[in-house]
C-alpha cells in the first residue's frame, strides 16, 4: 500500500492501517489489499460479481468492521457491491468510507452499491466519509447506493459526510422499514469550485410505529451546485421527519424538494427545509469578539457541519 | 336568474344579487348575466376569446369588485379567460368565486383562467371561493389557473376556499414577482367522499427585497386525495416561506412536494410540511367538555380552516 493509499485510508476511515482485532476488508483500485475476520464477523468475496459479503452473526455485540474502498490513481473506474447480512440482536459499527485520488487528465470514480439487510432486533451504525484529493485535472466522482432492508424493531444510523474534494456525487438510500424498525440518517455535504452534489432519500414507513428521521446538512460556495430530493411514504401507523438546511455562499445554488405522502391515517409525517446565506449578526457578533469575516465565515460553517 | 343561480350566487360570493354601487360581472352558464362598471373600474367583454378585461384606474381606493362565475346545470363545459389590468396605487378587493351546480348524470365544469397585471405600487386582495352543489351524479369540476405578474411594490393577497361539493379540481398558480412585491396566498381546501384536488404553486423572485408567503391548509376526509405541488425560485435578494398542513381522516390520503431553489445568495428560502391525523389529545379534551366524538372532530376542523 503506498502513501496514497494509506494517506486516503486515514481520511476516510481514521486508521493508519496499524494491526487491529477487528474485521475489515480493504479495497484499492478494485482489488481487495487486504482482509480480516473475527469470530463474528465474516467477510466473503462475491463469485458472481465484483464485492463483498458481510455476516454477522446473531448477538453479536459492539464490533466495529472497517470497509474503505480507495480510488489511488487516475483512470480507475470501480464499481463493487457489498452486501451487509446483520444478524438478530447484532449491535454494531460499520466503517465505510471511500476515497478518490485523481492524479492526471482522466476521472477517478468510485460506484458503491450498498445493500443492508437487518434482522430482527439488530442495529447498525453506519458510517460513510467520501474523499477526493490529488493535483489530476480528471474528475473525483463517488456514487454511492445505499438500500435497507429493516426488520422488526431493528435500528440503523446512517452518519454520511462529504467535505471535500468531490466533483460530482450522486447519493441514492432505500429503505423500507418493518414495524417497529428506525432509521436515522445524517448527512453532512459541502461542495466548492464547480463541484455537483444530488442526494436522494427514498423511505417506506411500512411497518406500525416505524420511524425514518432524515436530516441533511449542507453548504454550497463558490459556483457549486446540491439537489436534494426526498421522498417519505407513511403507509402505517408510522412517524417521518425530515429535514433539510443549506447555507449557500458565492454563486452557490440549492434546490430541496421533498415529497412526503401520507397513505395511511395513523401516518404522521412532517418536513422542513430552509436555504440562505450566514445570518450578517451571526457574522458581526464573531467578529467584534475579533475575527477577520473569513474565520468568522468559517466557524460558522464548522459548526453548521458539527 | 333562477334560485340555483342566486343561492350560487350567495354561497360563492355573499352576495344576494340586490343593487350595489360596486363594479361587478356575474357569468352565468358561459353568457353574461350581469354587468356594471363604475368611475374607476371598467368590464369589457373580449372581442377574441370568451372572457372580460377589468380595468382598475391608478389611484382607485377601497372598491370592491364582483367577477362570480356560475354553472347551473349539468353538461355544461365553461372555460373563461379574465385579465385584471390594476393601475398604479390601486387598492381594491376582488371577489371571484365560482359555483357548479350538477343536477344530471352530465358534469359540470368551470375552468377560469385570470391574469392579473399589477402595475407600480398597487394593492388586490382577491378571494375565490369555489363550490359544488346539486344532487345529479355528473362531476362538479372546477379548474381554475391563476397568473400573477406583480411589478415593484405591489402587492397582492389570494384566499382560496373550497370547502365542499367539488369532485376534481386542478388549481395552477403562477408569479412573478418585481422589487419589492409580495405575494400572500392562503388556501384552505377540504376533500370528501372520493373527491380529488390538486394545488400547484409556481412563484419566481425575481426583484430584490420581494417576498412569497405560501400557506396550504388542508383536510382530506373519507376516501378523497390531494396532491400539493409547489415551487419557489429564489433569483434575486428575496425571502420566500411556504407551509402545507393537512389534516388526514379516514381513508383520505395527502402527498406534498414543496421545492425551494436558491439561485441568489442573497436568497432566504424557507418550507415546512406537516400531515397528520387529529392528535388524540385534543379530541379528548374536547369530549371532556361534553362533546361527541364527532362533534369535537367537526370543531377542530374549523378552527384548522378558520
Known amino acids: 500500500m503506498d502513501n496514497i493509499a494509506k494517506k486516503l485510508l486515514e481520511l476516510v476511515a481514521d486508521w493508519k492501517g496499524e494491526p487491529t482485532k477487528s474485521a475489515f476488508n480493504i ?29 454477522v452473526k446473531n448477538n453479536t455485540k459492539g464490533e466495529k468492521i472497517y470497509i474503505p474502498a480507495l480510488v489511488t490513481h487516475s483512470g480507475v473506474k470501480d464499481l463493487v457491491y457489498n452486501d451487509f447480512y446483520i444478524g438478530e440482536n447484532a449491535d454494531v459499527t460499520i466503517v465505510a468510507g471511500c476515497g478518490v485520488n485523481s492524479d492526471g ?27 477526493g484529493m490529488g493535483e489530476g485535472t480528471g474528475e473525483r466522482i ?47 455535504i459541502m461542495t466548492h469550485g464547480k463541484q455537483y452534489a444530488e442526494t436522494s432519500f427514498e423511505v417506506d414507513l411500512n411497518g406500525t410505529d416505524s420511524s425514518a428521521h432524515l436530516v441533511s446538512r449542507s453548504v454550497a460556495r ?47 409525517l412532517i418536513h422542513e427545509a ?20 473569513k474565520e468568522a465565515e468559517t466557524r460558522i460553517v ?3 457541519l458539527e
Open 142 to 188: 463517488i456514487n454511492p447506493q445505499t438500500y435497507i432492508e429493516a426488520a422488526e424493531d431493528s435500528y440503523m444510523e446512517m452518519e454520511t459526510t462529504q467535505i471535500k474534494g468531490v466533483d460530482s456525487t450522486k447519493r441514492f438510500s432505500k429503505a423500507i422499514l418493518q414495524d417497529r424498525a428506525k432509521l436515522v440518517i445524517k448527512e453532512k
Open 105 to 131: 487528465c482522466d476521472g477517478a470514480e468510485h460506484n458503491g452499491i450498498h445493500r443492508f439487510f437487518l434482522e430482527k432486533n439488530a442495529r447498525v451504525v453506519y458510517v460513510e466519509k467520501h474523499i
Open 302 to 304: 464548522e459548526g453548521f
Open 27 to 55: 479495497r484499492e483500485d478494485s482489488e481487495c489489499a487486504g482482509r480480516q475476520n473475527t469470530e463474528n464477523v465474516r467477510i466473503e468475496s462475491k463469485t458472481d460479481r465484483p464485492g463483498i459479503d458481510i455476516i
Open 222 to 268: 463558490d459556483d457549486s451546485k446540491q439537489l436534494f430530493l426526498s421522498k417519505v411514504n407513511g403507509n402505517a401507523k408510522c412517524a417521518g421527519h425530515s429535514e433539510c438546511d443549506a447555507i449557500i455562499m458565492d454563486n452557490g445554488c440549492v434546490s430541496a424538494i421533498p415529497e412526503i405522502s401520507a397513505n395511511c391515517v395513523d401516518a404522521a
Open 274 to 293: 430552509a436555504i440562505g446565506k450566514i445570518a450578517g449578526e451571526q457574522l458581526i457578533k464573531l467578529m467584534t469578539l475579533g475575527l477577520t469575516e
